[in-house]
């Protein structure tokens, strides 16, 4: 067992219940409104970063599971009627609820030094919880030889059978531009052209009659198991979670992964706003935010978190050394800008024979 990040975090648990006295919290709340996506997260966020801030500070939470979206938020928001105190939010959504004003701005100094964040896992009103990714993954029972790299998704000769793809042209489009070749700090720039999503729909081309195409992260490692194909796109938590729970004999491919955040924010109106803005510090700490990673396969985004997580598990993770190499972050302001676009060629893409 990996002693240090414990003691750290009752280091860090210490630290945190004497900056709630100082700060002079006359209505500390007894409990905290978290809003999450529920699931896998909910309950690695329980024993990762709720339990330990209600040790050290006495201050419980109320947990609700909700779809995503804005409209509840800016109802609340709207009606000066916040009952949440921390939202979990996809990507689009923290910039968009932070541009409409429906988040709390977070202080300059809330976080300390935050120069080990990986860039753009923080903006002025909410801070990354955690890293997910899109890979690749294949049977090691199937296939002679281990594809290793995003070209081998596209090369049907090589490795002939069928490939599943989500149903969106997010994260697929850049799949295909990668393997066409495309530096991956370049991706969206080309994508952003017309020549650039010809190009990327021109490699979709070359293996669409063996695609099966899936639209819920379940079916991914389904599809999978019960071979309809030879390697899938997937979230990297839900294929690592078919290795250890259900012993299946999947392998990921990072070679062009495709990663995102998930974030914390502190909703306007808030009535525990102060406690809340803590325990967003306090399960960013590199002590603490590393505890996740014992839960479920997802990254903190900090390099400073990544020493304290045991070897065998950081070598499952997107942002470990080894498997972020070519990792290509999605670009959540691109994709609300374009994807309406984007996506009614798609459709219209998937229509034609």
Known sequence: MNIKPIVSLITAASALASLLVASSLQAAPTKLNVVTFGGA?????????FAPFTQATGIGFNLEAYDGGLAKLAAMVQANNTTWDVIDLESNDAIAACDEGLLVKLRDDLLGDTGDFIPGSISDCAVASMVWSTVFAYDTT???????????????????GKRGLRKNPKGTLEWALLADGVPKADVYKVLQTPVGQDRAFKKLDTIKHDILWWESGAQAPQLLADGAVVMTQGYNGRIQDAVEKDNKPFAIVWDGQVYDFEWWGVPKGSKNAEAATQFIAFASRPEVISQLSRYIAYAPPRTQALPLIEAKTLAHLPTAPANFGNAVHMDANF??????????????????P
């Open 41 to 49: 997260f909910e309950k690695a966020a329980q024993a990762a970063y």
């Open 142 to 160: 199937k296939l002679k030889t281990a594809p290793t790299q995003i070209n081998d998704f596209f090369d049907t000769e090589k490795f002939p």
């Open 335 to 352: 994709w609300t800008d374009n994807f309406d676009t984007i996506n009614k060629r798609f459709q219209v893409w998937l229509s034609q």
